[in-house]
């Protein structure tokens, strides 16, 4: 007797037991006069598929995968940028990068596993084959073995193992799952695999860096323009779990809250380390304390040339004509540290000497 899976879960979740107990006799009653109907007309009997349902719908399953990792991944990058102070065009960029550098690494790694359990699954597949076929008393009494420690009697596992015994090729199936615990490869290529996985990634990636750019012609704060960007991500989280209990078949309001919940440790955790980096990247007095205090007469200050990358250090190739070419001994930096790329610190170093400050001069 089939049953139609659909129907069957409906009378599992039915709270007045008579009423599922109708709901369930009719699932069971109609599916198996659709199989009696397939089989005159000669078509084969539709296996009850949808217990599993990550795996019935593996191709879903697999963009949502990436696309709720690369979210993650996205707004965690854009809150480090907010703590530590980055640019918005180099956050956005940075994220970016590191979105299809991740995004390609996740592929890779998903397909490299589908070809290794597939590799590793026909090996053993084939070993079990030949040893039912060179032993299958050895085979036939693992089994027995194996159903009486789940509570079969002896007499019920060895009629139970001797009738799965007589197709080899179900049988071999059978301990795959039984013994081995080991579900057959999926029927998804590697490439297609890693396809799915890479687009989930990258929807993300297209999505939050977006916003963040929108939200930089509002009039918000830069603590407003994160919230925000949290709540949008929370949002698109509480979507995606939504579509996942879908393939689940659990509740679709608790697993959307549980997913957008997500977003809550990613961007504190993510803020906080950034405005540890910043702490990082500031010279504070005490380190300035401890250079040199010899400095030689100020002359004219040197302006480093503008450019566009808010983090850089800049080696100057000539000095002013005022000074002396600079020697192996002489090293100038200017050192970008802010938001808005201006130089907040240089410091020039010759034989002994340094200056601090502003500005460059030669020291």
Known sequence: MHRRIVAARAAFNESEESIAR???????????EDAMARE????????????????????????LRGTIEGTLLALSLLALADGAAWPPVFARAAC??????????????????????RAHYSLERRREAWELANFPEGEVAEMVELYMSKGLSKQQARSVVTGMAESPDFFVDVMMMEELQMPPPSSLGAIE??????????????GLPFAHRVLQWSALSDSGHLLVLCAIAS?????????????????????????????????LLAHIGGVQLRALATVSPVLLAELPT???????????????????????????????PPSSHTTAFFIRASRDAVPMLCVVVRS????????????
């Open 193 to 206: 695999i890693a396809a799915r996985v890479l687009a989930g990634s990258l929807l993300s990636g297209c």
């Open 352 to 363: 002994g000497y340094v200056k601090v400050g502003g500005d460059a001069s030669s020291a």
């Open 294 to 324: 010899r400095c030689t007469p100020s002359a004219a200050p040197f302006h480093p040339p503008p450019s566009t990358n808010p983090f850089q250090i800049q080696r100057p190739s000539l000095l002013p004509s005022t000074h002396p």
């Open 40 to 63: 005159q007309v000669g078509t084969q009997a539709c296996t009850e598929s949808g217990h599993n349902g990550e795996s019935t719908h593996q191709r879903t399953t697999l963009v």
């Open 22 to 32: 109708q709901k369930s006799l009719e699932a069971h009653r109609s599916s198996s």
């Open 96 to 117: 970016s990068m590191l979105l299809v550098c991740f995004g390609a690494a996740r592929a890779a790694q998903e397909g490299l596993e589908s070809l290794t359990y």
């Open 235 to 267: 949002c698109l989280l509480a979507a995606l779990g939504a579509l996942r209990a879908s393939c689940t078949h659990q509740g679709r309001v608790r697993l959307a809250l549980q997913t957008a919940m997500l977003a809550v440790p990613c961007t």
